[in-house]
């Protein structure tokens, strides 16, 4: 299986599994902000072209791929393992599926790779990113700055359902701070609004 064809494999997989928009777009989300730090860490460690590419389809790949066992098998018992069990017959790399365990605390796989770090690390942050930029009246996530960002982290009652540990916990595994870690995925996911459909309403004329 090329790497070109993984990623898109990738999202026909997310797509057969899960039905929901909400899931689908938290998928790419993820997806987007890990593969930022995938290109990050290929850069570090001066892999360049095929190398490069392939490197990354792995962080993309992993993102879009985390929860998609989520909307049929939801439970502790259930999710993320369905999943992985089926990915690995599908002849995935492990590292991938290692990642994917990994994201989720209760499996018990630690986090050792740099993978597994970035796509915890980017889980809960992605969906409260997409959450401030939906209050925002312009629904745009160009209109999100990370101070805001920061503000809402300390709201409990906003986004509730998001782990703010995670988040926190997530940029120190990566060696950041957490205005780094924020401005890393905010810079992403703006780069690549219109995917998400996050760019934005047009005001009425």
């Avoid at 940029?171 to 609004?193: F, K, P, T």
């Amino acid at each position: 299986m090329s790497d070109g064809f993984r990623r898109a494999h990738a999202v026909a997989l997310l797509e057969e599994w899960t039905k929901g928009d909400s899931l689908r777009k938290h998928g790419l989300a993820v997806s987007i902000c890990t593969e930022a730090y995938g290109v990050m860490e290929a850069s570090r460690l001066g892999l360049e072209g095929e190398n490069a590419s392939a490197f990354v389809e792995r962080y993309a790949s992993a993102g879009l791929l985390h929860d998609m066992d989520y909307e049929r098998h939801p439970t502790l018992g259930e999710h993320p393992f369905i999943g992985v069990n089926h990915l690995r017959e599908l002849g995935w790399p492990e590292d991938v599926l290692h990642a994917i365990l990994a994201h989720a605390d209760y499996s018990g796989t630690p986090r050792e790779s740099h993978l597994d770090r970035a796509l915890f690390a980017c889980d809960e942050l992605a969906g409260f990113l997409t959450a401030c930029a939906l209050v925002k009246p312009s629904k745009s996530i160009h209109d999100v700055e990370v101070g805001g960002v920061k503000k809402k982290m300390k709201d409990k009652a906003f986004a509730r359902a998001v782990l703010r540990e995670d988040i926190i916990d997530g940029a120190e595994l990566l060696g950041l701070s957490v205005d780094e870690h924020l401005g890393n995925c905010l810079r992403a996911m703006q780069a690549r609004a219109e995917e998400l459909g996050l760019q934005g309403i047009k005001p009425a004329s």
